[in-house]
């Protein structure tokens, strides 16, 4: 048990569809973030909250929409997305708020998504 | 641009000895440093984190150490366990030229550890 949650764990979805993922964070933490990792690369930084405020979109294509409803939870809406952007798609929460301070990320287990 | 980089990608160790993991860096006002470990379908996982004030720092059976003067990272695991076996990556704490205080966390690609039992 990581503490984050991310749901679902696996995703397939074609170009056309809409999909969202969803974490849910057991911390009690501030800051929650959106990550892309892909084969070979370092670690992407998408979205940044920081109590339910957006902080930070890293150049981040408009087919990828993040929802943060409260810090508890933060959503990422897909649509219309591209071959290019399967990837694991991974959820961080930290205590203190972003843009970071010193604190460390809590990372959930990713969801895996295929786009075909 | 700077980036967190590693010397090598891939580490073999044979169970029972130590490992060295290593990571150089470029942002020389980066100003703390996090080890994680990551196996295979789960995300990364804390394992120890270093202030730049410090150049040790030991937790259970890890140990990280940082040279400011050549920009590197290193992290040491004692009588390295099959269970080790995962990527390891460093990530630093870049201040942004813009807003003090602000900070953006950059990720190494990562080394590969796999421990022969």
């Known amino acids: 048990e990581t503490g984050v949650t991310q749901t679902p764990r696996h995703l397939v979805m074609g170009m056309t569809n809409k999909k969202s993922l969803k974490c849910e964070q057991h911390?009690?933490?501030?800051?929650m973030y959106w990550y892309k990792q892909s084969a070979k690369k370092p670690l992407e930084l998408m979205f940044v909250y920081n109590f339910k405020e957006q902080t930070e979109n890293n150049s981040v294509p408009s087919r990828f929409s993040p929802e943060c409803p409260n810090s508890s939870h933060l959503f990422l809406h897909l649509h219309t997305l591209q071959p290019e952007d399967s990837a694991l798609y991974l959820c961080?929460?930290?205590?203190?708020?972003?843009?970071?301070?010193?604190?460390?990320?809590?990372f959930g287990n990713g969801t895996r998504l295929t786009v075909t | 641009g700077e980036s967190v980089g590693l010397h090598l990608p891939t580490l073999s160790v044979q169970e029972g000895d130590n490992s060295i993991i290593n990571c150089a860096y470029s942002?020389?006002?980066?100003?703390?440093f996090i080890w994680y470990k990551q196996e295979s379908g789960k995300g990364p996982q804390f394992i120890i984190d270093?202030?730049?004030?410090?150049d040790k720092r030991q937790g259970q059976r890890v140990t990280v150490l940082l040279n400011k003067t050549v920009k590197h990272l290193s992290l040491q695991i004692a009588a390295t366990q099959p269970g080790d076996s995962a990527v390891y990556f460093c990530a630093e704490n870049v201040p942004y030229s813009s807003g003090a205080g602000s900070y953006q966390l950059t990720f190494g690609k990562g080394t590969k550890l796999s421990v022969i039992p």
């Open positions: 911390l009690g933490h501030n800051a």
């Open positions: 270093i202030r730049s004030n410090m």
């Open positions: 961080a929460s930290s205590s203190t708020g972003a843009p970071f301070s010193n604190s460390p990320l809590h």
């Open positions: 942002n020389s006002a980066s100003d703390y």
